[in-house]
């Protein structure tokens, strides 16, 4: 999830919340890798159940409107499509999520592996806690 979290960094997840209520798009959770449930993932929510996720031209839809991601530097958004000139499209069913790492041209995520049902998500990651120097809320972007 470069450049926001970096390897060796401690992370607060709150676990409770999405009993109340459902995640949303921007929220960064920690889940089970669902081909290996043994090992926990942090990724980004980028599709919401129900939605229409397509990836085109280093460019990410959902429901044909364009998200702005703020918070992926340049290089990123070059390296969002993994074969830019062929469209990716899934619709999402009721308990699924598309999650995408930040790190676009070095994550595994739902681009490779497909959608991630709502039972393998653990949490949000609410706080950098270590190092130090780093700790901080991780707010969710507006879309």
């Known amino acids: 999830m470069e450049p926001d979290f970096h390897s060796g960094e401690y992370l607060l997840v709150e676990k409770l919340g999405y009993h109340f209520h459902r995640p949303n798009r921007g929220d960064v959770i920690v ?3 669902p081909n290996n449930p043994e090992i926990s993932y942090i990724k980004r929510i ?6 229409t996720i397509q990836v085109y031209k280093n460019q990410v839809f959902a429901n044909n409107t364009k ?10 958004i070059t390296a969002i499509s993994q074969n830019p000139d062929t469209p990716y499209e899934i619709t999402l069913t009721d308990e699924q999520f598309f999650v995408m790492g930040d790190n676009r041209q070095h ?3 739902s681009r490779e592996w497909g959608p991630l049902d709502r039972k393998f998500i653990i949490g949000r990651s ?4 270590y190092p130090r120097q780093n ?4 707010a969710s972007p507006n879309y």
Do not use: Q
């Open 135 to 138: 700790i901080s809320a991780i």
């Open 126 to 129: 609410a706080l950098v806690l």
């Open 46 to 51: 980028i599709g919401l159940p129900g939605e």
């Open 67 to 76: 998200l702005t991601e703020d918070y992926l530097s340049p290089k990123e």
């Open 107 to 109: 994550s595994s995520d």
């Open 31 to 33: 889940f089970r890798y």
